[in-house]
């Protein structure tokens, strides 16, 4: 009977924080141009919008635009550092787990 390889896998020799800081750049990156953000914002229901007759343009209009603007751009500010530091935090875990495992796999299980 013939046994299949595994593939090795290559890994970073070490996880940085420049990793992180290229994941979060390209997460919330896609997050702004899919409208998440701005989804997100509305589900919150923190804001109304200010109906249809100025759905366009309009004082309310532009005023809702700046608040969600600011509000958007602060929350996004914040919680970058958080998802860089959660992003290394588990990287650096399970690169360092799989490691393991492709140099030991019987004495490594899965979790």
Do not use: C
Not at 12 to 41: K, M, P, Y
Not at 47 to 69: C, F, H, K, L, N
Request: aromatic share 10%; proline share 5%.
């Amino acid at each position: 009977m013939k046994t299949e390889s595994i593939p090795t896998l290559s890994f970073a020799r070490r996880v940085t924080r420049r990793h992180a800081e290229a994941f979060v750049n390209e997460f919330l990156e896609r997050a702004w141009s899919i409208g998440a953000f701005f989804d997100g914002f509305v589900k919150s229901g923190v804001m109304t919008w200010p109906g249809p007759a100025v759905m366009t343009t309009g004082i309310p209009r532009d005023r809702y635009d700046q608040i969600e603007d600011e509000l958007l751009r602060r929350t996004s500010a914040a919680i970058r550092p958080f998802i860089a530091d959660a992003f290394l935090a588990a990287a650096r875990d399970v690169i360092e787990r799989e490691r393991l495992r492709q140099q030991n796999p019987k004495a490594t299980s899965d979790e």
